[in-house]
């Protein structure tokens, strides 16, 4: 039967290492799950039907049984009238309704069993959904605390390099600010240096040139006295 190998599938299948190899493996979860949920509605209708077909088939047996016994009874009531040709069909309609007892039997037989395989196949699927259940319920939590860390590492990540070329950013600030000061520092010195020391070399002749005229001052008033 198709659907006994479908739902025998579905019991062997190894769903950890199916999840493991998916691309999605919460995709594939509800996908299982739903096969077999749809599965499992099918293994319900077919064991209802063959249980059906079962006691249907009992029914028909016993008809076949109490026919066969009724027509056994005329062949015996027959014998006693002395009526060997009436007993004869009699009998011969006896083992006809035993041997259909006997097929509806053997029918039954096999009815049962598939019933019960059926019904067999209907309780492991039932637990491998539930089983299969939990096991999405444990996936999908895991892969939620997956993706929470992944997040967290992220940000953390980003924070780190954040930081990082703050650290940079501020550490290059301070050479540029070193390299600027350092480079107003020199240009102030090219540029006061050279002033100061006109300076000083203007002062310096100015102080001579007053010396020699204090000098002068002082020699023209020791002629006049």
Do not use: C, Y
């Not at 196949?121 to 039932?126: S, T, Y």
Request: proline share 1%.
């Amino acid at each position: 039967m198709a659907l006994l190998e479908r739902v025998t599938t579905l019991l062997r299948a190894n769903f950890t290492d199916l999840m493991e190899k998916a691309e999605d493996p919460e995709k594939l979860a509800r996908q299982l799950i739903l096969d077999m949920e749809n599965q499992l509605v099918q293994v319900k209708t077919q064991v209802a039907i063959a249980i059906a077909d079962q006691h249907l088939l009992l029914q028909k047996k016993t008809e076949q049984q109490d026919a066969a016994a009724n027509w056994q009874r005329k062949a015996e009531a027959a014998v006693a009238k002395g009526q060997d040709d009436l007993a004869r069909g009699a009998l011969e309609r006896a083992l006809s309704h035993q041997r259909m007892a006997d097929s509806l039997g053997q029918q039954h037989t096999d009815q049962k069993a598939e019933a019960d395989t059926l019904r067999s196949a209907f309780n492991r699927l039932q637990q491998k959904l539930q089983e299969t259940k939990s096991s999405v319920d444990i996936l999908a939590a895991q892969l939620r605390r997956n993706r929470a860390i992944q997040r967290a590492t992220a940000a953390q990540a980003a924070m780190q390099e954040g930081s990082n070329g703050s650290k940079l950013s501020s550490l290059k600030l301070k050479v540029d600010q070193a390299a600027s000061h350092g480079r107003a520092a020199r240009t102030m010195m090219n540029a006061v240096t050279p002033e100061s020391l006109d300076e000083r070399f203007t002062t310096g002749e100015q102080s001579d040139q007053i010396e020699a005229l204090l000098l002068e001052l002082k020699e023209r008033r020791t002629r006049i006295s």
